[in-house]
């Protein structure tokens, strides 16, 4: 058994949620956990809106991706269907469900409920459940006199889009070189590639097209200020004589005096200002003179002053006088290259317009910007609004997280005459602006800020918080009130699973949300669950070295990402092997139950998805696909080339190496070796064409060679593929799933070319290779009963899914991103998300570009966090996280964090985690332990049922009678070996008194006893490897964590008996730096099997090694040890004997309430064993 049944009150508990966030009467805002069935209320609301008598047409539901609203309309498709075939029984069972149990159901509510899926079916253009930029699009066709665009408009894809961006590069180079040269002469072509495309991107922040003075005075000067040169008056008030002996004194000096010494000598030396006050910056700040000034009260060095006493006040002089003009310079550079982007900027978006317009076409964006325009036209607007708001009455927002700044003014503008008191009724009982139905118009908005996490799309998570304030405020000027229904239930996680995300977003709270709303799961199911935290996968300390012949970017052998992925890929075919089951043991998991989800598509994800082909592992492939990068779409190309151009013999190599073709290595090298014309070196082609044996290959390549000169791409890449899709056949095979959308995506390209251009092969191959097209597969689970694939996807394309298990091995410390060359400077005087763009140039240092990069890391934190909560939340019932690399101690106002140390912290925080044995793949790796939590209730696996396999023969062995089955080892702990009855209780006083100062301390109870030895353990475990120093900081921070319940008086009592058994001298090798603290054994050990533990301190030299065990509790007579204590360290002994058979194996007990060692004697320590030996024998 795995899973218990579901508990009917938490099922009722969560549904009766549910059914308050679709009660068609009211507005709503709903912020709705991962896996709590938003989608379902979605699709109830829309439902339950019909039945009330809201007609489908008035009824307006946007969702985020097209993916979303197909499921949405499958839903509410086969909902209405089962309606109107359903009997009365069945039906009002339905009903009730989907309204409640109070609901009244009369037999007109039945009856109309029968006939909504032919009204929705018959409704002209169906049901309105579409993305925002599709609505925005049949705005835009419903009024594009109005809001200024062509009726005939096309929408421009990433392709077109990127290729109209180039030409308009190239168009403001020409029509405003002022403009590009100030640019270009910042940036090279790359650089100047990647700018427009930021330009675009953040084309909001020129939608005012900011003026010098306003980016100015984002810098705090006035356009005036501009032309100053504050450098002029640097040196002003000092003599460079007195200076230069400053520097060279400086420099003559210690290290530290060098930094600042070397740079200012530089500064005197310098030919301009602009030099002069780059290396001042650097001699008078910290950080390369990116820091803050540095402390003249303290620098130079005081043996330099004791020398030089003149130094130290002339630097603290020049530092007062030339930081302020510094500042000012940095100030009035960064205002300027803000001036001369905005400039280019204006000129680029320009010449995109232009481009545009030629084309009669829009961009996504542009759908968004002119249908926001439109609406909120005072003029047009209203028009527009009047005639839309004659066909919606309710609107539905779905993802609201995620909706941009001019998406919510779509949003609002439609529901504008919500706000609004209704007129008083006409004729007909209705005011024009009424609902056209019983149900007062409604607005109803989901979302959930903790899984915001498409800033890059222009996604503002602030306005989830502003915008539900905004729309509460304005119903209820009108009499109304916005109901707020959370949904805390999971349908989807296990408790474990949701226990971690709560652990861990109860520490790394900031950022996730507005309100002060503690973050919190609740499991309708209540399935067993399990979550792993696996330790990092370090850097190999003998790694070998990159071979040269290497390419210059391929990954280092020693990649810690790479081991990584080997040792998953390994671990994945292990539990296939094996049949390992979910947690609870059910059934065993299959391919398709895992989803592993990384942050970016690298070498990490890259190399699991071939280790997993390799290893005969199903996987899905990668879910997205570079159209340029896939093998099969290279093949195909690779064929067009050849055709175009034969005499390219790499080209050819190619085709005839690939699935197309298939030719063997050893077969293209004969070919290769043998290529000859006269005597000298002849083409592949030649060679390949003289041999009879590849008469057929021949013949195929002089068809594509024919067909090249007039097929269309289509006809080439369908002729090649064969009549019977054979080449597609082969392709799949070899190359996996994801070629089939390779190959369907290249000849949807190869149709739209040719309607676009002249459909020419050339041109074709020519224009595919300056398009960067990449592919989105859908990577749905498939069957659940079927053995599916391995997923391996990025985060963001898993929004929306889930897995039985799911794998995060990308949780590692990751290297700071790379800044954009745009940056967002507050404007004074502005509302708080008021920004003007500014350029982040290498070297520039002013204050409001710092504070631009200080948000912009805050806001980058912000989503990593929501990131990693949703990638926890998509699993069900097994989360396992993990990484590579190596942490580093936290540095900086916003310190980078890894994903597995926010994980770490919320575990060990909630103190129910507990070290497991290592997957037998990663040990090599990660060590022999991880940390795991996971629900009661885990039984041993359920039996396999095997599947359909080959008839196979009787082996003669069959019949014959099985060998006896090998006994399996015992396993002990060494604090297991029996003896029980001589431990002493932990509540008895000390029996012995104390031998040196320390106090003898009261009796405790058990309870206490216990927590007092945790922390004392704790204590001895971590303080000796810190400096002396640092040692009362780091034991209050583990004494808060070992001991929360401890008073002062206490943790001063369990620090002082800490620091009192490391002062004793007997135990100096045991506190030595080289040795080990909590080292971990198992051995085998004769008569007992393998027995494990964890030695308090070891410390090993050339002669001895020495195993000390730490007791906290009550003292006995000396030489009068406890039987467990003894067989505990005699087992402890027995081992060492045998790791270190050139040395000297001895054990010590050290009481700790006393300060005393017992070096516990090697007869006694024999015995011992010699007991447990027998007892486990017997």
Known sequence: MADGATDPSRVERASAAQRRAADPHASVWTSANAGSGKTRVLTDRVARLLLAGARPERILCLTYTRAAAAEMADRLSRTLGAWALADAATLRREMRALAGPEAALDDATLARARTLFAQALETPGGLKLQTIHAFCDGVLRRFPLEAGVSPAFTVLDDAARDAAASRARDRAATEDPGAFDAAAAHVGDESLESLCAEILHGRDLWAGRPTPARLAAAFGLGEAALADDPLGALWDGFARADLRRAAVALAASSRNDGWIGAPLAEALAAAGPEESGAALARALRTDGGAGALRNFDKVPTAALVKREPWIRPLLARLADHADP????????????????????????????????????????????????????????????????????????????????????????????????????????????????????????????????????????????????????????????????????????????????????????????????????????????????????????????????????????????????????????????????????????????????????????????????????????????????????????????????????????????????????????????????????????????????????????????????????????????????????????????????????????????????????????????????????????????????????????????????????????????????????????????????????????????????????ALAERDEARRLLYVAMTRAERWLIVCGAGEEKPPKGEIPRESWRSLVAKGLESGGTALPAAAPPPLRELIGDEILRMQDAGAQAPAPLRPGPGPALSRPPWIAAPPPPAPRAPTRFRASDLGGGGAKPAPDLAPLEAPAGPVETPPARDAAAALAWGVAVHALLELLPDAPPEERGALAEAILRRAAPAADASARAAMRAEAEAVMALPELAGAFAPEATAEATLSVALPGLGVVSGRIDRLAVDAETALAVDFKTDAAPPPGAAPEPYLRQLAAYRAGLRLIYPDRVARAALVWTRIGRVDALDDAALDAALARAQSEAAG
């Open 325 to 856: 003009l510094l500042r000012r310079a940095e100030a009035i550079a960064a205002a300027n290259h803000a001036i001369a982007l905005s400039r280019f900027a204006a000129a680029f978006l320009d010449a995109f317009a232009l481009e545009k317009r030629a084309l009669g076409a829009l961009d996504f964006d542009d759908l968004v910007e002119r249908a926001a325009a439109l609406l909120t036209d005072p003029v047009a607007g209203a028009w527009a609004r009047y005639r839309l708001d004659g066909g919606v009455d309710h609107i539905l927002v779905d993802e609201a997280q995620d909706t941009a700044p001019r998406q919510w003014d779509v949003i609002c503008a439609l529901a504008e005459a919500f706000f609004e008191e209704q007129p008083p009724e006409d004729a007909d009982g209705r005011g024009p602006g009424a609902a056209a139905g019983p149900t007062p118009r409604s607005l109803f908005v989901v979302g959930d800020e903790k899984q915001s996490i498409y800033s890059f799309q222009g996604a503002d998570v602030a306005l989830f918080g502003a915008k539900r304030e905004e729309i509460d405020a304005r119903l209820r000027e009108g009499g109304r009130a916005l109901v707020r229904t959370p949904l805390e239930w999971s349908f989807r996680s296990a408790p474990a699973i949701l226990k971690a995300v709560d652990l861990t977003f109860g520490i790394a709270r900031e950022g996730m949300t507005s309100t002060d709303d503690d973050i919190l799961h609740a499991a309708v199911r209540p399935l067993v669950g399990r979550v792993d935290l696996w330790p990092l996968v370090p850097k190999p300390d003998d790694a070998p070295e990159t071979p040269w012949d290497e390419p210059l970017d391929a990954p280092a052998p020693g990649n810690p990402r790479l081991l990584l992925a080997r040792a998953l890929a390994a671990e994945i075919r292990r539990w296939l092997d094996e049949g390992e089951t979910l947690p609870g043991g059910d059934r065993a998991v299959r391919p398709g139950d895992v989803m592993v989800l990384v942050r970016r598509r690298d070498i990490l994800a890259a190399e699991l998805v071939r280790r997993l082909k390799t290893l005969g592992v199903p996987v899905a492939g990668a879910d997205r696909l570079a159209l340029g990068e896939a093998l099969a779409a290279k093949d195909l190309l690779a064929l067009a080339r050849f055709a175009l151009t034969p005499d390219d013999d790499l080209t050819l190599a190619t085709v005839l190496r690939s699935p197309l073709f298939g030719m063997a290595a050893e077969a293209l090298e004969r070919l290769a070796l043998g290529r000859t014309n006269a005597g000298r070196p002849g083409s592949l082609w030649a060679a390949l064409r003289a041999a009879p044996e590849h008469a057929a290959t021949t013949a195929a390549l002089i068809a594509a060679m024919g067909r090249a000169d007039y097929a269309r791409p289509f006809e080439f890449f369908d002729a090649a593929l064969g009549a019977d899709a054979a080449g597609r056949r082969r392709m799949a095979a070899r190359l996996g799933p994801e070629a089939e959308d390779a190959i369907d995506e290249l000849l949807a390209r190869a149709l739209a070319y040719e309607i676009e251009a002249v459909p020419t092969l050339e041109g074709f191959v020519d224009w595919l290779g300056r398009s960067a097209v990449t592919v989105k597969r859908e990577m749905d689970k498939g069957d659940p009963d079927g053995p599916g694939a391995v997923r391996v996807m990025t985060v963001h394309a898993a929004k929306g899914l889930e897995a039985p298990v799911v794998i995060l091995p990308d949780c590692g410390p990751r290297a700071a991103p790379r800044g954009k060359a745009v940056a967002r400077v507050a404007e004074p005087g502005a509302n708080d998300r008021s920004r003007l763009p500014a350029w982040r140039l290498p070297g520039a240092r002013a204050a409001a570009l710092e504070e631009a990069k200080a948000a912009a």
